[in-house]
């Protein structure tokens, strides 16, 4: 597996499986990683079956929560006795939810809790989704911080995987020219041929940023500086010209964008050929021993 894959495997996500776009629209995605969730929606098709979907996904992204959304029919597919076995057969080594719209009745929802929370035993909750999709946004945003769905990381990072990503800034009448390798809304690392004479914690001036074509420019503190593979390696904070941190909210916003282009790339990438796989019977390249039963 190559390094790039690797690193947008690890992380926690976070997929809505089955989800009405009605109640919970696509473009929701991409604000929720500016607030540090990663997540996807996942639906079936004639492709590749929603239930070899979910068996690529946990078996490709080891660390994922899964809210399945019970009010939708899918072919082949009944919810109570899926999950159900989906729990059994995975226990801890993923993290299930439910979602489900109001218009179940209170004795109903009382029924769904009990048989998912205490028969089933899932994780995530059992939660009733509002008909107006904007409350929507703010429920699930807390049901995803209850279930600590941002993982380790606070931001997303996004990895930078060719020369067009540079790095470009002037200290102390030297100009350092150097080439991103990954980037968040609150830092970024780049490699840096030769000596940098930039010690550390010091605040550089108005560094120009290339990330896939996006060009910006911000204040930067250098806070961590080691050898990688031969060349240097150094990781900056953002930082605004009142000395505080982070980037500023148009610039901010730009960036968000770009991340989320570069990410959801890659992982769809990644899902689209476990998908691939799956459907052909072999084993993904992501496949780690142990973590499917039927392997």
């Known amino acids: 597996m190559d390094l790039d894959a690797q690193q947008y495997i690890e992380g926690r996500k976070t997929f809505f499986i089955a989800t009405d776009a009605s109640l919970l629209p696509e473009t929701y995605l991409e604000d929720y990683l500016s607030r540090g969730y990663e997540t996807y929606i996942i639906n079936d098709d004639r492709h590749c079956p929603l239930a ?26 009944r919810w109570p006795q899926y999950i159900k076995e989906l729990q059994e057969r995975y226990g801890n080594r993923v993290l299930i939810g439910v979602l489900y719209s109001k ?11 009990k048989y998912y929370l205490f028969d089933v035993g899932i994780q995530c909750g059992c939660v009733c989704l509002e008909y107006q999709k904007a409350k929507n946004f703010m429920l ?16 997303i990072r996004a990895v930078c995987d060719n020369n067009s990503n540079t790095v470009n800034f002037n200290y102390k009448k030297n100009t350092y020219k150097g080439v991103l390798c990954d980037i968040s809304l609150s830092h970024f690392s780049c490699t840096i041929e030769g000596t940098v004479s930039v010690p550390l914690y010091e605040k550089i001036y108005d560094i120009l940023i290339d990330v896939n074509g996006l060009h910006f420019r911000s204040d930067g503190i250098l806070i961590m500086n080691r050898s990688l593979q031969g060349t240097n390696l150094y990781v900056f904070i953002f930082a605004q010209h009142d000395g505080t941190k982070g980037l500023n909210r148009d610039t901010g916003q730009r960036l968000i964008e770009k991340i989320y282009q570069i990410v959801t790339l890659h992982v769809r990438s990644i899902m689209q050929e476990a998908f691939d796989e799956r459907m052909s019977g072999l084993d993904s390249k992501f496949f780690r021993p142990g973590v499917d039963d039927d392997n």
């Open 52 to 77: 070899k979907k979910v068996e690529a996904i946990i078996n490709t992204f080891h660390d994922s929560i899964l809210f399945f959304y019970i009010d939708a029919e899918v072919p082949d597919i």
């Open 103 to 113: 218009s179940h009745n209170e004795e109903e929802k009382r029924r769904l809790q």
């Open 140 to 155: 699930i945003d807390k049901v995803m911080y209850a279930n600590q769905a941002r993982g380790r990381r606070k931001n």
